[in-house]
């Protein structure tokens, strides 16, 4: 069955349904089945009135036989009907029920052909012309309801109409032959709807089809990854306890044997056993610590919010780190307002988070100052609380800051050496701030020392609420330079999105450019040095994130803010990791599209001006 | 002496902390290695404390505290849960299920004969 050349928009999926047409095939017979009691019930009327008009005209026992021949015809229509409704076949049985169907249809279109040559009286025009009505009617009521199904109607058409054209072509006569005429016209409107209703249906069936598959595709997608996220918390519970389980072992003895010497007759070895004990806590950490990021990565952090008094969680993480102060000759010092709001947050998690800032300080200052400010601040339409952590240490170049945050990055080697450390703990200090819906953000000069804020929000994200609106980006206090265009530069290999993008950011007045791909991307970049880069990530070919890479790498476009644009919100992290400025997930929510990029490009904040 | 019931299924945790305890001079270690011998042998022997790892076979850790504090012989033994797994809810349920105090794995031990110390002296 052939696809007609009207059909719209084809589905992208290629489905590979080696017996699509048999369904679609079965689909119709079972159409024009359920449409037998209106086309019996139609042929029975047409009938009647054939034989009523005609009664006069043509001798009875002619009417009353072929009359009797289509109403036993139609009976077994009916009965056939219910026979079908009754077997309720599959999909390879309908190929019987089709030819069933086939037959009937092509035994009503002898009947009523035949009735185009039986009852052909040229002498009454009146009961040719009815005659003729009649026919025209009986055609035209089987294209809404059997040229569903091609094989039965073709046939049918041809045999109920082309006696009678013969006929009366045949005839010779004028008046005849121009009765003749409406029916050739219906033969031709019969093929020509026909064939058109024929394939609409077909199309509406297949695009019937392909959605269930499609819905059937989406369904076990779904259910694999569901299966490959309960997977993934099974394994992290499992590593857990396995990699847990062994260093009972280290650590336990080797403490014993260091503390108890004389018992273990160890007196010896304690030198030895120290640095056993040493390595274990230390591999203890960096895996509590490694699970620990897995557990936020994934989602399955549990975050206990409680209300928190801040200035007293800072100082007992003063406490805590106070030998580590001393041990680097560091004053540490405190700052909060007289009247500081409790703070609905993960009272665990912030000290985490605050304990990880503080003795980072101190590792990295020498007989300096730790001052630690704790402020309330109005932003962004609600209430923050930030925690600065400021040093007057080494500080860090611009390279060593944009490392800062990744995994297992430390400023060098020797500080690794003399204080331990894995690596991670500024990489997860992040991800708490930004899983709580706030961030962590470094301003800092090699040589002056650093400052780190952790931003928080009064109140914490609910379940399932989006954690972005807390980016910080840049920095408070460090003001991007300003760039030489004031371009938005939409990289997108869709054209539609493209497009789209383009006229909503026009309307904000912003001047926009666009690339197709990451090679143009990047070339109009150097070109235009735009204000702004809005690029989503789902290109093929060279790739949306290498893109990204690309800008941070160089030296003049690295300051150009980025917005991503992903397809998945597992993505987001990946993005601010990367670089970005800003991570938005399809479909685009134009007015936050804008109000980032206002942000970004300083546009709408009363200190800009850019 | 002061008698310590530690329900631990894995014998080199087991082991260890037997090590420990008995380097204090003063405690007596008994070994359970089911939850469900673990809360027989708490009806039975009147242990002063309990030390129960929430993952052991037959009856964990929760149900065998749950059955310890339903018991009338056992119910006030002061309970110490320990528990190697990462998860934070693992607290939670321990206290609900009844015990006193909540260790992880690995254990600092010098803390935890603090923890027991203070228990037996209650």
């Known amino acids: 069955m052939k696809r007609p050349a009207t059909s719209t928009a084809t589905v992208k999926v290629d489905l590979a349904y080696p017996d699509l047409a048999e369904r679609v095939r079965a689909e119709q017979i079972r159409m024009v089945y359920l449409h037998s009691p209106s086309t019996t019930g139609g042929s029975l009327v047409a009938g009647t009135f054939l034989i009523a008009v005609l009664w006069n005209t043509v001798s009875h026992a002619t009417l009353l036989m072929w009359g009797g021949a289509l109403a036993i015809h139609q009976t077994f229509r009916i009965l056939s009907y219910r026979r079908y409704l009754a077997a309720q076949p599959t999909v390879s049985q309908s190929r019987r029920w089709g030819r069933l169907y086939i037959l009937a249809t092509t035994i009503a279109g002898c009947i009523w052909g035949s009735a185009g040559v039986l009852f052909y009286v040229p002498e009454s025009i009146l009961s040719q012309v009815y005659l003729c009505l009649i026919l025209f009617g009986v055609a035209s009521l089987t294209i809404p309801t059997i040229s569903l199904f091609a094989p039965a109607f073709y046939p049918l058409i041809v045999l109920v109409l082309l006696p009678f054209i013969v006929r009366s072509l045949a005839s010779g006569h004028s008046e005849q032959i121009a009765l003749a005429i409406p029916l050739i016209i219906a033969l031709l409107l019969a093929f020509t709807f026909g064939r058109k209703i024929n394939g609409l249906i077909d199309e509406s069936i297949r695009h019937g089809f392909e959605n269930q598959a499609l819905i059937e595709i989406a369904e076990r997608a779904r259910l694999d990854a569901e299966q490959s996220s309960r997977a993934k918390s099974e394994f992290l519970a499992t590593m857990s306890h396995e990699l847990r389980t062994p260093l009972n072992a280290i650590i336990g003895y080797s403490e014993l044997m260091t503390l108890h010497p004389a018992r273990f007759a160890t007196q010896a070895a304690k030198d030895p056993l120290e640095r056993v004990l040493r390595a274990g806590r230390h591999l203890l950490n960096l895996i509590n610590e490694l699970l620990d990021m897995a557990k936020i990565e994934a989602g399955k952090a549990n975050f206990h919010y409680e209300d928190v008094d801040v200035a007293a969680l800072v100082r007992d993480a003063v406490e805590t780190t106070r030998s580590l102060a001393e041990q680097t000759g560091n004053t540490v010092s405190v700052h909060c307002p007289d009247a500081l709001a409790p703070l609905r947050t993960d009272p665990k998690r912030l000290m985490q988070v605050v304990l990880n800032l503080v003795s980072n300080a101190c590792k990295f200052t020498e007989r300096g100052q730790v001052n630690i400010s704790i402020a309330q601040v109005m932003s962004e339409g609600g209430k923050w609380i930030e925690v600065a952590v400021a040093d007057t240490g080494i500080g860090m170049t611009r390279e060593q800051q944009e490392r800062l945050f990744e995994d297992f990055s430390q400023g060098d080697a020797a500080t690794q050496r003399k204080f331990g450390g894995t690596g991670l703990g500024l990489a997860i200090s992040r991800r708490i701030c930004r899983a709580m819906g706030g961030d962590l953000v470094v301003v800092s000069e090699q040589g002056k020392g650093s400052t780190f804020t952790a931003r928080l929000p009064e109140r914490p994200p609910r379940e399932g609420e989006s954690t972005e609106s807390g980016r910080m980006s840049p920095a408070p206090g460090m003001k991007l330079p300003v760039p030489a265009t004031g371009v938005v530069l939409i990289i997108d290999d869709d054209p539609v999105s493209r497009e789209l993008i383009a006229e909503r950011l026009g309307r904000h007045g912003y001047a926009t450019a666009v690339a197709r791909d990451a090679l143009e991307g990047l070339r109009r970049a150097r070109e235009l040095v735009p204000a702004a880069i809005t690029l989503d990530v789902v290109m093929p070919g060279y790739g949306g994130w290498s893109v990204l890479a690309a800008l941070k790498e160089d030296h003049e476009l690295c300051v150009i803010p980025v917005i991503v644009i992903a397809a998945l919100g597992s993505e987001l992290n990946k993005g601010f990791s990367l670089g970005a400025a800003e991570c938005l997930t399809k479909p685009v929510d134009p007015d936050r599209l804008v109000h980032a990029l206002n942000h970004l490009t300083g546009r709408g904040e009363s200190r800009s001006d850019a | ?122």
């Not at chain 2, 059955?67 to 939670?92: C, K, N, T, V, Y």
């Open chain 2, 1 to 122: 002496m002061p008698r310590i019931l530690y329900i631990e299924d894995n014998e080199d945790n087991a082991a260890m902390l037997r090590t420990w305890l008995e380097l204090e001079n003063d405690l007596e270690v008994v070994i359970a290695t089911d939850g469900a011998q673990g809360v027989a042998s708490a009806a039975r022997e009147a242990p002063d404390l309990v030390l129960m790892d929430l993952y052991l076979p037959v009856l964990d850790g929760f149900e065998a505290m749950r059955q310890i504090r339903a018991g009338s012989s056992s119910r006030r033994i002061p309970i110490i849960a320990l528990s190697a797994h990462a998860m934070e809810d693992d607290r939670a349920e321990a206290y609900a299920a009844g015990c006193d105090d909540f260790e992880t794995k690995p254990v600092d031990f010098t803390r935890l004969i603090a923890k027991i110390r203070r228990l037996l002296a209650a």
